[in-house]
């Protein structure tokens, strides 16, 4: 597993306002400035080089173009089948629309020269972005086993443990975290951590992440952005209902060699600093950090943390967005390191919005860690 050093400066109170202003103007100019490309002009381009009648083009374009608005605002909180299947059907479209954009500019000129019909060229464009949507979807539901091996003075005795972020149980079904946990348990870790999001909408039902319980070792948990967009309190009663350790800017030790810390995601890149001044990390153990966001390695390694696990990116989740995500964050996915800590970013077990992973994959991380 490569290591990647990170600069000090990344941290300073100047950046924060800087990122924060990059962060919600970056997702203002998503939204205002590709939702034409990659909503109207795919639909418009496909059905002239169709030759869709007027009809037609109108019957397809109204309900794509404004898919979002109305799988975002209106069906966001209805929890029946018919809603879920039109959001899966809403969010699909919203995966391969990008991809759908990409190759129609590769066809314009093809199409120009007359090299290619426009109809064949319309159901070429059509066939790759369904395509590409298929091999997204299989990604999507199959995460892999990313391991992750390296020893630590701090350890009198080996440690494994795996690591799940940005779940998104809600958007994702329970019979996907079911396999999630399957997957998990022919693991034998010693533990598990959720690095946040691991719930995105209101009225999750117990039933829907019961196979937490099947998982033999402790569960810890720290808070994500999603949680925080939902009611927060009833998601953490429904977790420890379950038995699940919730950390919430404190600490827990899994044995006398290894402590588990918990920070409250913020939209504040001081935040792993600010709240670590109030936690006691202990020096003698093996110190592990679950935070959300890719942010506050130099702090945790002025406190003495050893390793810190976050998620939150996705890494873009559908190229091109990884672009995007890599003027927002500077640590994207992988190991990260300054001085002796390390920070390790999961691009995630789930997906938000499309079920769908192009250019990335979906990840459960196993740490094996052992004393030097």
Known sequence: MSETSVDVNSETPSRTITLRARGWGGFVAVVLLLHIPFFFYPILRLCHWLESPLWLT???FFPLSGSQIISRMFLRHNRSAWARWLRLTADFWLGISPIMFFTL????????????????????????SLLCGAIGL???????????????????????????SDVHIGSRSGS?????????????????????????????????????RSISGPIFFCTGNHE???????????LTGLGVTVLRNCADKFREDLQVIGIDDKEDA?????????IDVDRNAFSLLLYHRPRGLVAAAEAGVDLMLCGHTHNGQIVPFNLLV??????????YKHG??????????????????????SEITLFEISPE
């Open 58 to 60: 109108l019957l397809i």
């Open 105 to 128: 500019l590769m066809f314009e000129p093809i199409v120009f020269t007359d090299l290619v019909s426009a109809m064949t060229a319309a159901m070429i464009v059509i066939g790759v």
């Open 138 to 164: 299989v990604v999507a539901l199959n995460p892999v086993t990313e391991r992750v091996r390296f020893t630590s003075p701090r350890l009198r005795n080996e440690v494994r443990f795996v690591q799940i």
């Open 176 to 212: 996907f975290l079911e396999r999630v946990v399957e997957k998990i348990n022919h693991l034998e870790p010693d533990f598990v951590c959720i690095t946040g999001d691991f719930i995105d909408a209101s009225g999750v039902q117990e039933s829907e992440i019961s196979s937490l």
């Open 228 to 238: 925080k967009y939902e009611d927060l309190d009833e998601i953490i009663k429904l």
């Open 270 to 278: 001081l935040q792993v600093r600010s709240q670590l001044h109030h």
């Open 326 to 335: 890599n003027r927002v964050f500077d640590m994207v996915k992988g190991m």
């Open 340 to 361: 002796e800590a390390r920070l390790y970013v999961s691009q995630g077990t789930g997906t938000w919005g499309p079920v769908m992973r192009f250019g990335t994959q």
